[in-house]
């Protein structure tokens, strides 16, 4: 019995945590007080503003918009129990909490852009994410070490581990980090080879990133963390699902909220909408392919060559910049939207985008994309 016993030690399901101080638990639940107020206050409001205009609407409106109202009732709860919790006596349920409320938030983040475009509650939700990764990190025994094969072809001794990594926000944010550069540098070489051109590829205002690769790195990392040394066939045929999927997801979020094409396969073998096809189902099965059994390995060394002293600080300072480069990003494609569908700057962010994020920046920064403000689907203001 104690042989079998033993391996159940060392389970990944039994991953350390760490308790926080009370002066930051403090710190924490003061910060998940403020959200919960901001968020019941944004769903009022919402509420209100969405009942006033609901018979114009149509119907994909309408839905994105009960969504939207059901996404923030599910992040207010979140961050409620966040706050109910003694971290104590039930830190694992929190931080499993808190990895859902986050899912949540980013689910609030896209559909509220959606529905209304980018607006001061924006800035809001870029509070609950700090919140959030303040609580992961500081609450992360294992961000200290990663327990990761030197291939991930090999197989473990211990019979009781399955996964491959953790799944903390230590890891994945690195790991979407990472991929979002090496994406972006290869986009930028398949264009050079195959067109015999260079344009600028980056999907953020600064910086070299290209997010979708990094979402999807990490939307394959967290699939596959179980199932990286099964059939290479399983691997491809999972990893191609997801990226079409993703891909064809972004494309409908980027048209909905801000009216924008990216990329367009109408008329080529077995296209959705002309927003995925085959042929990208299998490119992304063979990238989630060499993405699991070549490139996470060495991703994780690199990850590990931080210090452990500097880890958490350094996860939190490039987090919040990547978050600060998303909103900023977002900010000045929807003055774009705006000045395209006609709307002069009124505010003193659309003015400042006006002048230091012109359309001539703009068309030659996001050169993929075609801008098209009548192809998006908005609540209307009720007011205009």
Same mark, same amino acid.
């Given at each position: 019995?104690?042989?079998?016993?033993?391996?159940?030690?060392?389970?990944?399901?039994?991953?350390?945590?760490?308790?926080?101080?009370?002066?930051?638990?403090?710190?924490?639940?003061?910060?998940?007080?403020?959200?919960?107020? +901001?968020?019941?206050?944004?769903?009022?409001?919402?509420?209100?503003?969405?009942?006033?205009?609901?018979?114009?609407?149509?119907?994909?409106? *309408? &839905?994105?918009?009960?969504?939207?109202? =059901?996404?923030?009732?599910?992040?207010?709860?979140?961050?409620?129990?966040?706050? =109910?919790?003694?971290?104590?006596? *039930?830190?694992?349920?929190?931080?499993? +909490?808190?990895?859902?409320?986050?899912?949540?938030?980013?689910?609030?983040?896209?559909?509220?852009?959606?529905?209304?475009?980018v607006n001061l509650v924006n800035l809001v939700f870029l509070f609950q994410f700090v919140c959030l990764i303040a609580f992961q990190t500081t609450t992360d025994a294992s961000i200290a070490r990663n327990r990761t094969f030197t291939?991930?072809?090999?197989?473990?001794?211990?019979?009781?581990?399955?996964?491959?990594?953790?799944?903390?926000?230590?890891?994945?944010?690195?790991?979407?980090?990472?991929?979002? +550069?090496?994406?972006?540098? +290869?986009?930028?070489?398949?264009?050079?080879?195959?067109?015999?051109?260079?344009?600028?590829?980056?999907?953020?205002?600064?910086?070299?990133?290209?997010?979708?690769?990094?979402?999807?790195? =990490?939307?394959?990392?967290? #699939?596959?963390?179980?199932?990286?040394?099964?059939?290479?066939?399983?691997?491809?045929? =999972?990893?191609?699902?997801?990226?079409? &999927?993703?891909?064809?997801?972004?494309?409908?979020?980027?048209?909905?909220?801000?009216?924008?094409?990216?990329?367009?396969?109408?008329?080529?073998?077995?296209?959705?909408?002309?927003?995925t096809n085959f042929a990208f189902f299998c490119a992304w099965g063979f990238l989630g392919l060499m993405w699991v059994k070549v490139f996470l390995p060495s991703v994780l060394r690199l990850v590990d060559a931080i210090p452990i002293?500097?880890?958490?600080?350094?996860?939190?300072?490039?987090?919040?910049?990547?978050?600060?480069?998303?909103?900023?990003?977002?900010?000045?494609?929807?003055?774009?939207?705006?000045?395209?569908?006609? *709307? &002069?700057?009124?505010?003193?962010?659309?003015?400042?985008?006006?002048?230091?994020?012109?359309?001539?920046?703009?068309? *030659?920064?996001?050169?993929?994309?075609?801008?098209?403000?009548?192809? #998006?689907?908005?609540?209307?203001?009720?007011?205009?």
């Amino acid at each position: 019995m104690s042989q079998k016993k033993a391996p159940a030690a060392h389970a990944p399901s039994a991953q350390p945590v760490r308790i926080p101080s009370a002066r930051r638990g403090a710190l924490l639940d003061v910060g998940f007080s403020i959200s919960i107020a +901001v968020t019941v206050a944004t769903l009022v409001l919402f509420s209100i503003y969405f009942a006033w205009d609901f018979e114009k609407e149509s119907l994909l409106t *309408h &839905a994105l918009g009960i969504f939207y109202l =059901v996404l923030l009732a599910a992040d207010a709860t979140g961050c409620m129990t966040m706050v =109910v919790f003694d971290f104590t006596t *039930h830190m694992r349920q929190a931080r499993q +909490v808190a990895r859902a409320t986050m899912v949540a938030l980013l689910a609030t983040v896209v559909v509220g852009l959606m529905v209304q475009g980018v607006n001061l509650v924006n800035l809001v939700f870029l509070f609950q994410f700090v919140c959030l990764i303040a609580f992961q990190t500081t609450t992360d025994a294992s961000i200290a070490r990663n327990r990761t094969f030197t291939a991930p072809w090999h197989v473990s001794s211990d019979p009781a581990r399955t996964d491959y990594i953790p799944l903390n926000f230590f890891n994945l944010f690195w790991v979407f980090f990472i991929a979002s +550069v090496l994406g972006l540098i +290869v986009e930028e070489v398949y264009f050079a080879l195959v067109f015999d051109a260079y344009p600028d590829r980056a999907g953020l205002l600064w910086g070299p990133f290209s997010p979708i690769y990094g979402f999807g790195a =990490v939307l394959m990392t967290v #699939a596959l963390n179980r199932y990286w040394n099964r059939n290479i066939f399983l691997i491809f045929g =999972v990893s191609g699902a997801i990226g079409a &999927a993703f891909e064809f997801a972004v494309s409908w979020f980027m048209e909905t909220a801000f009216g924008i094409i990216a990329w367009d396969y109408s008329g080529t073998f077995l296209n959705i909408q002309g927003r995925t096809n085959f042929a990208f189902f299998c490119a992304w099965g063979f990238l989630g392919l060499m993405w699991v059994k070549v490139f996470l390995p060495s991703v994780l060394r690199l990850v590990d060559a931080i210090p452990i002293r500097w880890r958490i600080a350094l996860t939190s300072i490039f987090a919040v910049f990547m978050i600060a480069d998303g909103l900023m990003t977002l900010i000045t494609v929807d003055c774009w939207y705006e000045r395209e569908a006609g *709307h &002069a700057p009124v505010t003193t962010i659309e003015q400042f985008c006006a002048e230091r994020f012109d359309d001539n920046f703009m068309a *030659h920064r996001f050169a993929s994309m075609d801008l098209d403000p009548s192809r #998006a689907q908005r609540v209307e203001d009720p007011r205009a």
